[in-house]
């Protein structure tokens, strides 16, 4: 995993996304690493206002992505963005930028995040993306967690 800030994101080989990141906490002069991945996951902050993020001006600008009535991004019952899905990529928001969608769950609070990003996990499963979360496989995690084994 990197964390820093994307400088540019292009379509690479094989389908990856070819992304340019200059690393948190990398001395000035340091050159941004160019890495191939398989996806990017954008966690920016709150941007009431669409068009003040880049990366959200940018997918409505050239995906098709769709806005609802009160102008944020109009997502599905698993916060799927409307309007992005492309063969097997998917786009998925949640929080701030989603208000207006029709689900009664504050979806600029934590438990509202959370229930977004489960619905999110088991859409994915569901494709064949990851495996199902549950219980079981919560508490298999933990314990293997708890003995210091990796993931």
Same mark, same amino acid.
């Given at each position: 995993m990197v964390v820093g800030s994307a400088g540019g994101l292009a379509l690479g080989n094989d389908g990856l996304v070819t992304a340019t990141i200059a690393e948190?906490?990398?001395? #000035?002069?340091?050159?941004?690493? $160019?890495?191939?991945? #398989?996806?990017?996951? &954008?966690? $920016?902050?709150?941007?009431?206002?669409?068009? &003040?993020?880049?990366?959200?001006? #940018?997918?409505? &600008?050239? $995906?098709?992505?769709?806005t609802n009535a009160v102008g944020q991004l109009s997502v599905d019952g698993s916060f799927e963005v409307a309007g992005t899905r492309n063969g097997y990529g998917r786009i998925f928001a949640s929080g701030v930028s989603t208000l207006g969608n029709p689900y009664v769950i504050p979806m600029y609070s934590f438990w509202g995040l959370q229930y977004a990003a489960l619905l999110t996990c088991r859409r994915l499963s569901e494709e064949g993306f990851c495996n199902k979360m549950g219980p079981f496989r919560s508490i298999h995690a933990w314990w293997r967690r708890m003995r210091l084994v990796a993931p």
């Open positions: 948190e906490g990398a001395r #000035d002069g340091h050159p941004p690493k $160019t890495l191939e991945v #398989d996806y990017v996951i &954008d966690a $920016t902050g709150v941007e009431v206002n669409l068009r &003040d993020h880049e990366v959200i001006a #940018d997918l409505i &600008d050239c $995906t098709g992505a769709q």
